[in-house]
């Protein structure tokens, strides 16, 4: 590994430009906004083949060859403009006005460049609230290729993994994925999750944004329920000159050097199950099932393969503004795993972990990612403007888990090499597809005193699962000589089929009003939104047994490999379930109905910004089982109402610096699935839902001090706090005569921390660095389960149910970002080394006393290069995880009873669980922008 860095490093050391003689140095920057500006041509007007490029900070030197000069700067957007200098040593500004365009009479100014660092930060300034904002230059350099694995960059954001290592769901200042909400060009959209209402990220590729944006203090004008925060994706907006860009690129992950990659035949999948088929009362047979689904297939993993195009113009006298996008990931990617299995000790009261069975998993899956970006804008006049924006999203996951289970208590003796094991593999295809469309409107009335502005919004989510099928297969070791491979006979297989559709209709209007007194203003805002939210979910499995009747009369169910067959598709089964389960709790149907309005203050004293207000949303709530189920609820309703008020103090002492103190209130909903009275019987305990769930409730503070040196950069050094009631976790719950692990509301919880967020430029040289310290502390009931001491007695004793206070799942004390930048402007040069870490958490909260399952503290490290030749075209390299981090699961407690275990390791003090290696992830690839 120390091979790779030295690599990289001496290929960034490779692009610094040497340093030349200064004659006169200089800054370009926005006429307007001071923005620097980085990429801007100089050159002299007497000797045009003499020039230089501005850097990162705007800045550029260059030397001159007579003792006046005329220096003559041009950038793309703006109009070029010369200045006369001596040749003397000095500082000189030069400032560029932006192009407009004109429609008819009317003038349309060049937008602010939002989707440049400079740009990004002039909306932090600017902004009302705390935020933070990564931009479409950013992104385009950055190693990253999807918004989950950008989002990590940002300061007190973690990100949650899948099992191939992508980021998917986002943790802000340690708040759980249920904790935020997902907005694209600030409307809500809704989750393709079965159960609950967040939206993965992973589905959305990096190159369709304009910036993404993450609220941290909500205002009265955003949706309350932003207890964590709120992640804004702008996408794409119309250029205002023609704009044409195209992307393709293609790589490897390394995991697939060292092992094959498997696959199966998608095409044996059926989308439909037999009881969707041929109804209810159709008793399934094997000959519905096609077997060829679970024959599986190995062979290297072909090369990834991702491309990307946009255009962007104004037409009909600029009136017309249109932006289309499209992107395309086909990539390959998994991990290799090892899991144990965890119970906890029933000798005494300790409650220490024990290994049931250790697990060696190897995972496979193709992605494919589609997304397909569509805006339009129209100028009605100066002040009437009409746009129209759709989006397409759709990913699709093909997956094979091969799992090898070695049983670690009946029947282990590695001693006498004795052993069980069982061998699982999956073979399962999901799809997932986000749609939204929303119609706008912008309307200026009385000199632009009023402005009234509406939004008309359909969005839907769908996700599917068809034939997820799974085989079970089990063989013993004895002496070291291994027994025949067979089918477990009380289960040998099972097909499964998932689906759900969620679709939301909503409006929303806001109006705001101007008022100007002499020197002081005062803005009033007023509007809501409704939002009506269907969803509906099905699910249905058929479990299968071996049987061939053609084997003699007691064997018919003992199908061994090698003998009755070869390959999983060869494997006769009978329908054990013909059936199938359609009674299960996921065959659901649930509505959210939430009608909001707020009224907000905006005005100023001297350097002071005072804005308040108060928003209150009105939620029902309801579910109905579509199957009903005898003794519990089938079906429900919450009503309740919120008031929500926000206070934000905005005070700049001196120039380019902000001191922020927010508050608001904000609420959390419980999960669509979690109200539902469902009951799931697993080994040792029945997990159930809890119809009587309430909402949680959150108070936030923040104090935040910001300094921007130059337009694009910036100091912030932050503190905040939440303190949350009625906090929504899962714990073990005694009703009646049983005990459940069900979500509750479990009393009251804090969250408190710091962040700082550093960006400085130089030259040919950028730092970016955050920190974020976090601590939180919540309470929940946890089991103490050991047998009776009387021997007389098999009894087991349950001691209560014992309150814990742990830290919430998924929060990270300590977490780190750092990205160096280096930019040869002038040859061509981007190149950008980033570094994350993500501290010790809680991945997963047990039903057992101290038996969480903590995630360790997670280093990676990313690197992008590119290079520009000519005419829009360059190069660029990307490379993930170059460390090839593992990702650990771990329980803080040891059993040295564990140390018999063959390959058992203890992981710093504590107990391994799972270890995950993802591979480096690789990709080269040509752009093109016009």
Sequence with gaps: MKYVLLAVLFLYAGILPATSIRAIRGVVRDSGTGEELTGATIILKEEPAKGAVSGLDGSFSIELSSASSVLVCSYLGYRTAEYAVRNTAGELTILLEPVYSEIDEVVIYAKAANDTDAGARSIEKLSSSVMNIVSAKAIEISPDMTVANVIQRVSGVTVERNSSGDGQYAILRGMDKRYNYTLVNGVKIPSPDNKNRFVPLDIFPSELLERLEVTKAATAEMEGDAVGGAVNLVMKDAPQNRQISAYLSTGYNTLFTGRD????????????????????????????????????????????????????????KNRLGIMLAGSYQNSYRGSDCIFYGVTTATSDASNLPVLTDRNDRSYSERQTRYGVHAKLDFHLSQRHKIQWYNAYMDFGNVQVRDNSRTELNIGYNPEQGDFNLSYDTRFRMNHQQILSSTLKGSHHFLSDALKIDWSAVYSGAFNETPDNASVHTVTSVRNGKPNPVSVVTLGGADRRWERNTDTDKAAYLNLAYRLLKGKVGMDFLAGGFYRDKQRTGFFNQYDFRPYDESKEEGMRNNLIKGIDWNDYSEIRFTVFTPFGSVGNPLNYDASEKIAAAYAQIKTGIGSLQIITGMRVENTSQGYKLKYPVEGVKNEGEQIYADWLPVLHLKYSPWKNSNVRVSYYKSINRPGFFEIVPYRIINEDYTEMGNPDLQHTTAHSVDLRYEYFPRPSEQFMFGLFYKRLESPIEYGMITQGQGTFYMPVNFGNASNYGLEIDIVKYFHSFGIKGNYTFTHSAISATKLLNYDNPDPASSEKVLVGNISQTRPLNGQARHVANLSLLCKDAKNGWDGQLAFSYTGDRIYAVSRYLDNDIWQSGYFQLDASLEKKIKAGLSLFIKAGNLLNTPMVHYLKKDNPSNSRIEGYENFGGGTLVRRDYYGRNLLAGIRYKF
Excluded: Q, V
């Design 261 to 316: 990659f498997y696959s199966f035949d998608t095409k044996a999948g059926a989308k439909k199950s037999p009881y969707e088929i041929y109804g209810e009362i159709y008793p399934a047979k094997p000959r519905d099932f096609d077997g060829k689904l679970m024959r599986l297939e190995t062979g290297k993993a072909p090369a990834n393969l991702f491309g990307g195009f946009s255009y962007g113009d104004r037409l009909i």
